[in-house]
């Protein structure tokens, strides 16, 4: 058994910086790389390319990602967890495998796919038995937006990924699964941590919070002395060093940019946190309020003491559906009295909005360089600001009234207020609204299915 | 006598989204101005510094290992993620917004402040 793993940061989300986990294989040693590619709505633009193409559906860069860094991997036994299978694992995993093929790695590397998330085709079955799949926010029952549904996927936690691992994977792809358990099931798989070991399982999901947002745990977005934060440009993404008793160290890569500081740590902590007695995955409830950091060097803070409870009995389910359109629209006007100006073409473009008729579940007017972030908060602004953006959104069920008023923002430059710019940009564009559904499935409804095929 | 005092000289801070509702990590520069953060800070104070943006409830929840308290504003997002029209429907700004208000600390802590 290992003493201690490696488990590196590569994305933070799809469409964080490409060359990350580059560097994360290439700047030092480490035995896993994290990638997490699904944000809330995800699955629903990979379903609807799968739609339209069979053999898409998943996240299409994690290949291109794969040809630069897999024979590293191979060299150096890296493996990788990654959520890059989308609605479409098989796919991704044989794209991985024509890859590792034309790099002469056939027969060298194994991927280990995880499904059983992938709940679409069992929706009305399930709803007629019973289970109601109801919004947890608003405690709707699912029937409500049933002919709006666009995906549906359970959360799996660290076990199948922990399975794939101990059957030989060493690039294992996942459908829909949270971000703690790809950090988390390294760290089982390595040092056999039983399922009912709440503090360890804890412990290793507060690592995966910690790192699964990339460089926000090592100075990116870090308020805490922002000005100070060394070389920001080729900032490190951060690493966990996993030890069995379940403790570890929070670091990066030498000579790499950002830091590793308590203060930005305890920022990734709390970010996106509700209760923290009780964060709730598949695998375990882990309590923040048990959490203890130390320094152990330069750019290395040690995390200990972690406790948690047993998991729940129920799944997390991610289900997104058709909700609207909306588009958002901007001009900039400059100075003298530009917020004055920006505010008189509001009124204007809404008298127009009024006068044609338009009908909208929402229209929400910012001024950018006013109060867009702070609202009320921000006070009355400087009266010589040198420009402000007009900023109009509108929402509503319907696709036509949001289409028309695309086309009133433009003739606001040649029938509005004066010294207007800011629209090269062209006609803003309306916006299908795919909204997220999130509520419970228990856990005797889902089966994870693990595959590891060789190349 | 008490002094007024912005948090921003007292903590630093982080926010994001779960749906609708806005969370905000308030952290304190230095452990020993946490129990003042937990004294003045309460959610009905929070509730009332966001008032015209936060229009559900406020929850605190206390994370004394961390010299932390963490704040659910909810219904804050305008819908949240992809309903919103804001310009900040994940909320990233709700953590410098809080560390906007004013609380009163003693002239012993001011004074301390600057030890």
Same mark, same amino acid.
């Given at each position: 058994?290992?003493?201690?793993?490696?488990? @590196?940061?590569?994305?933070?989300?799809?469409?964080?910086?490409?060359?990350?986990?580059?560097?994360?294989?290439?700047?030092?040693?480490?035995?896993?790389?994290?990638?997490?590619?699904?944000?809330?709505?995800?699955?629903?633009?990979?379903?609807?390319?799968?739609?339209? $193409?069979?053999? *898409?559906?998943?996240?299409?860069?994690?290949?291109?990602?794969?040809?630069?860094?897999?024979?590293?991997?191979? /060299?150096?036994?890296?493996?990788?967890?990654?959520?890059?299978?989308?609605?479409?694992?098989?796919?991704? *995993?044989?794209?991985?495998?024509?890859?590792?093929?034309?790099?002469?790695?056939?027969?060298?590397?194994?991927?280990?796919?995880?499904?059983?998330? $992938?709940?679409?085709?069992?929706?009305?079955?399930?709803?007629?038995?019973?289970?109601?799949?109801?919004?947890?926010?608003?405690?709707?029952?699912?029937?409500?937006?049933?002919?709006?549904?666009?995906?549906?996927?359970?959360?799996?936690?660290?076990?199948?990924?922990?399975?794939?691992?101990?059957?030989?994977?060493?690039?294992?792809?996942?459908?829909?699964?949270?971000?703690?358990?790809?950090?988390?099931?390294?760290?089982?798989?390595?040092?056999?941590?039983?399922?009912?070991?709440?503090?360890?399982?804890?412990?290793?999901?507060?690592?995966?919070?910690?790192?699964?947002?990339?460089?926000?745990?090592?100075?990116?977005?870090?308020?805490?002395?922002?000005?100070?934060?060394?070389?920001?440009?080729?900032?490190?993404?951060?690493?966990?060093?996993?030890?069995?008793?379940?403790?570890?160290?929070? #670091?990066?890569?030498?000579?790499?940019?950002?830091?590793?500081?308590?203060?930005?740590?305890?920022?990734?902590?709390?970010?996106?946190?509700?209760?923290?007695?009780?964060?709730?995955?598949?695998?375990?409830?882990?309590?923040?309020? #048990?959490?203890?950091?130390?320094? /152990?060097?330069? $750019?290395?803070?040690?995390?200990?003491?972690?406790?948690?409870?047993?998991?729940?009995?129920?799944?997390?389910? %991610?289900?997104?559906? %058709?909700?609207?359109?909306?588009?958002?629209?901007?001009?900039?006007?400059?100075?003298?009295?530009?917020?004055?100006?920006?505010?008189? *073409?509001?009124?204007?473009?809404?008298?127009?909005?009024?006068?044609?008729?338009?009908?909208?579940?929402?229209?929400?007017?910012?001024?950018?360089?006013?109060?867009?972030?702070?609202?009320?908060?921000?006070?009355?602004?400087?009266?010589?600001?040198?420009?402000?953006?007009?900023?109009?959104?509108?929402?509503?069920?319907?696709?036509?009234?949001?289409?028309?008023? #695309?086309?009133?923002?433009?003739?606001?430059?040649?029938?509005?207020?004066? @010294?207007?710019?800011?629209?090269?940009?062209?006609?803003?564009?309306?916006?299908?609204?795919?909204?997220?559904?999130?509520?419970?499935?228990?856990?005797?409804?889902?089966?994870?299915?693990?595959?590891?095929?060789?190349? | 006598?008490?002094? &007024?005092?912005?948090?921003?000289?007292?903590?630093?801070?982080?926010?994001?989204? &779960?749906?609708?509702?806005?969370?905000?990590?308030?952290?304190?520069?230095?452990?020993?101005?946490? =129990?003042?953060?937990?004294?003045?800070?309460?959610?009905?104070?929070?509730?009332?510094?966001? &008032?015209?943006?936060?229009?559900?409830?406020?929850?605190?929840?206390?994370? =004394?290992?961390?010299?932390?308290?963490?704040?659910?504003?909810?219904?804050?997002?305008?819908?949240?993620?992809?309903?919103?029209?804001?310009?900040?429907?994940?909320? &990233?700004?709700?953590?410098?917004?809080?560390?906007?208000?004013?609380?009163?600390?003693?002239?012993?802590?001011?004074?301390?402040?600057?030890?």
């Amino acid at each position: 058994m290992k003493q201690k793993i490696r488990i @590196a940061a590569g994305q933070g989300f799809w469409g964080d910086l490409p060359e990350a986990p580059v560097r994360q294989v290439e700047g030092g040693p480490i035995d896993y790389l994290m990638l997490d590619y699904l944000a809330e709505v995800t699955m629903s633009i990979m379903q609807k390319q799968k739609t339209r $193409d069979p053999n *898409a559906g998943y996240a299409k860069d994690f290949v291109p990602l794969m040809r630069r860094i897999l024979p590293a991997c191979v /060299e150096r036994d890296i493996k990788v967890t990654a959520n890059a299978g989308g609605v479409n694992v098989r796919g991704c *995993a044989d794209a991985v495998i024509e890859v590792a093929r034309e790099l002469g790695l056939g027969g060298k590397v194994r991927i280990g796919i995880v499904t059983g998330d $992938d709940i679409m085709s069992r929706l009305d079955e399930l709803l007629a038995r019973g289970i109601e799949l109801r919004n947890m926010d608003t405690d709707e029952p699912l029937s409500t937006v049933r002919d709006k549904i666009q995906s549906a996927n359970a959360y799996l936690g660290a076990w199948p990924i922990v399975d794939a691992l101990n059957q030989g994977g060493q690039i294992v792809i996942t459908g829909r699964a949270t971000d703690t358990g790809l950090t988390l099931a390294p760290m089982i798989h390595e040092f056999g941590w039983p399922e009912n070991d709440w503090n360890r399982l804890a412990s290793g999901t507060i690592a995966g919070h910690i790192i699964e947002c990339g460089a926000q745990a090592s100075g990116g977005n870090c308020q805490y002395e922002w000005r100070s934060i060394p070389n920001l440009a080729d900032v490190g993404f951060p690493i966990a060093e996993a030890s069995p008793d379940g403790t570890f160290v929070i #670091t990066k890569h030498e000579r790499t940019g950002g830091w590793i500081i308590i203060p930005s740590i305890k920022e990734q902590l709390v970010y996106e946190m509700g209760d923290p007695h009780e964060y709730i995955t598949p695998d375990c409830v882990a309590d923040f309020t #048990t959490i203890r950091l130390e320094y /152990e060097g330069r $750019d290395r803070v040690r995390v200990y003491g972690i406790e948690g409870r047993a998991a729940t009995e129920f799944l997390k389910v %991610s289900i997104s559906y %058709s909700a609207g359109f909306k588009a958002v629209g901007t001009l900039v006007y400059s100075w003298p009295d530009a917020y004055d100006k920006a505010q008189a *073409a509001d009124r204007i473009l809404r008298s127009r909005l009024d006068r044609l008729g338009l009908k909208f579940d929402q229209v929400l007017t910012e001024f950018v360089g006013v109060n867009a972030t702070h609202g009320p908060l921000a006070g009355l602004p400087r009266s010589d600001l040198p420009e402000v953006q007009l900023r109009v959104g509108v929402r509503g069920q319907d696709r036509s009234p949001v289409e028309r008023f #695309t086309k009133e923002i433009a003739p606001l430059i040649l029938t509005g207020p004066p @010294a207007v710019t800011g629209f090269a940009g062209g006609r803003p564009k309306v916006e299908e609204i795919v909204a997220y559904w999130p509520a419970l499935i228990p856990k005797e409804e889902i089966t994870p299915v693990v595959e590891v095929l060789g190349t | 006598m008490v002094m &007024k005092l912005q948090l921003t000289k007292l903590a630093h801070a982080r926010s994001g989204d &779960k749906g609708d509702t806005a969370n905000v990590g308030l952290i304190a520069l230095r452990d020993e101005f946490y =129990p003042i953060l937990v004294r003045e800070v309460t959610a009905e104070r929070v509730k009332e510094h966001f &008032k015209g943006i936060c229009l559900g409830e406020v929850e605190r929840f206390e994370l =004394p290992n961390l010299g932390a308290l963490n704040f659910l504003l909810h219904e804050s997002l305008g819908g949240g993620g992809t309903l919103s029209l804001m310009t900040d429907a994940q909320g &990233k700004t709700f953590s410098t917004a809080l560390l906007r208000m004013e609380i009163e600390v003693t002239e012993q802590e001011a004074t301390d402040l600057h030890g």
